[in-house]
């Protein structure tokens, strides 16, 4: 059987839809059941925490593959205690692009650090490698609502943001074919867009003028501060910022394709998709 973890999140939640509609058996994490109530009577419901490895074992009975989502390298290491002893054999780990960037070591050791946990575990992996998902434009919805603007240290970059839809179809063939064992990919959408396109497609979705503005990283901390993100995430995200503006993710890979034979999702579409977030 598969567990999701994450499954309330952007891409554990489309992981689980997809997997549902191939009519496999599958058991969802979440530290509340609540969230997943929409799932209730259609997945196996665990309750547990990722931090509280006692909460594991009951969890990952009978569980072959895994989708994993963490967001400490403890948690990585207590998944993959328990896990080894309930007979876990393949990890789907969503990683992310920054696990690879040598310039961005210092500021995100953290993925890094946790890849090379899973790679040396005995257990086999899949690494999935995303750019920015176009799903964080949700956090521009309210200025873009309130004063048609959105607000991001991106400068001149340009970013080939990928639809959570897309990292989720890769995850889900890694998970239930055979071949992805000891594989990374890097996932990109389709497009390289700099912000101030991304703008343009929102203007053309919302059929009302959408304007992005620059801001310098200062602002972003102060306002990633007030959200109440840990600071070692704010420092990450500002090593992030200065790559995206450096041009560095100016790339586009075949992995999506390669994998679930689709194009991936452009831009566009994940605008239209998700429009009333906007309006
Ligand atoms: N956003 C981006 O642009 C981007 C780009 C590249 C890579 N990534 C990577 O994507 C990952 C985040 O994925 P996402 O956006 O799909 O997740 P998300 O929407 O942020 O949701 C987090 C999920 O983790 C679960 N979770 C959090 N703490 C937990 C705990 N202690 N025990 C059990 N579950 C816990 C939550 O489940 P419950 O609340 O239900 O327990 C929730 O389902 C990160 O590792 C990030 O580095 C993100």
Redesign the pocket.
């Known amino acids: 059987m598969i567990l999701i973890?994450?499954?309330?999140?952007?891409?554990?939640?489309e992981l689980a839809q997809q997997l549902l509609e191939t009519g496999r058996p599958i058991r969802v994490?979440?530290?509340?059941a609540q969230?997943?109530s929409t799932l209730k009577g259609r997945v196996d419901i665990a309750e547990?925490?990722?931090?509280?490895p006692e909460t594991l074992y009951a969890a990952l009975r009978g569980i072959d593959r895994l989708f994993l989502?963490?967001?400490s390298t403890q948690?990585d290491a207590y998944v993959l205690q328990a896990g080894k002893e309930a007979g876990v054999r393949h990890i789907v780990k969503?990683?992310?692009?920054?696990a690879v960037d040598p310039k961005m070591a210092e500021h995100v050791q953290w993925?890094r650090e946790r890849e090379e946990l899973i790679r040396f575990s005995g257990l086999a992996w899949t690494f999935l490698?995303?750019?920015?998902?176009m799903?964080?434009a949700l956090d521009w919805a309210k200025t873009i609502r309130e004063e048609g603007v959105f607000y991001f240290p991106g400068g001149e970059g340009r970013v080939p943001?990928i639809d959570?839809w897309d990292i989720a179809a890769v995850a889900a063939v890694a998970l239930t074919k055979p071949g992805h064992e000891g594989q990374a990919y890097a996932l990109t959408g389709p497009q390289n867009l700099s912000f101030g396109e991304m703008a343009q497609v929102l203007t053309r979705v919302l059929e009302k003028p959408i304007r992005y503005e620059n801001i310098s990283d200062e602002t972003a901390v102060e306002g990633m501060r007030k959200a109440g993100l840990p600071e070692y995430v704010v420092e990450g995200l500002v090593g992030t910022f200065a790559v995206l503006r450096s041009g560095r993710l100016s790339y586009t890979t075949n992995d999506v394709a390669r994998i679930t034979g689709r194009t991936p999702r452009t831009f566009e579409a994940w605008c239209r998709v998700h429009k009333t977030a906007f309006l």
Request: charged share 20%; hydrophobic share 30%; glycine share 10%.
């Open positions: 973890t994450g499954a309330s999140g952007t891409v554990g939640r994490l979440t530290r509340d969230k997943l547990g925490d990722l931090s509280q989502v963490t967001s948690q969503l990683s992310t692009f920054e993925h490698r995303p750019t920015m998902f799903s964080a943001a959570p």
